[in-house]
């Protein structure tokens, strides 16, 4: 997945995986937890893009960006 938005310590462009759902928030929605490099954060799903568009992800992650950015 690839950072679209710059709430944090790493930049719009770096490449993460992945790893599990975190929790979810009222205020941030589905919180994930990523790896860049060595290093362990937990993200907003909403301010992350699936890298691969074939993936079968990409499509249910824009969905729920674009979902969540209007409620």
Request: proline share 3%; glycine share 8%.
């Amino acid at each position: 997945m690839e950072i679209v938005d710059e709430p944090g310590p790493l930049k719009t462009g770096d490449i993460l995986k992945v790893t599990g759902i975190e929790s979810i928030e009222d205020m941030y929605g589905i919180l994930v937890a990523v790896k860049f490099g060595r290093r362990k954060y937990t993200w907003a799903l909403c301010d992350l893009e699936v890298v691969e568009k074939t993936s079968k992800n990409f499509q249910l992650v824009n969905d729920y960006a674009v979902w969540f950015s209007n409620r």
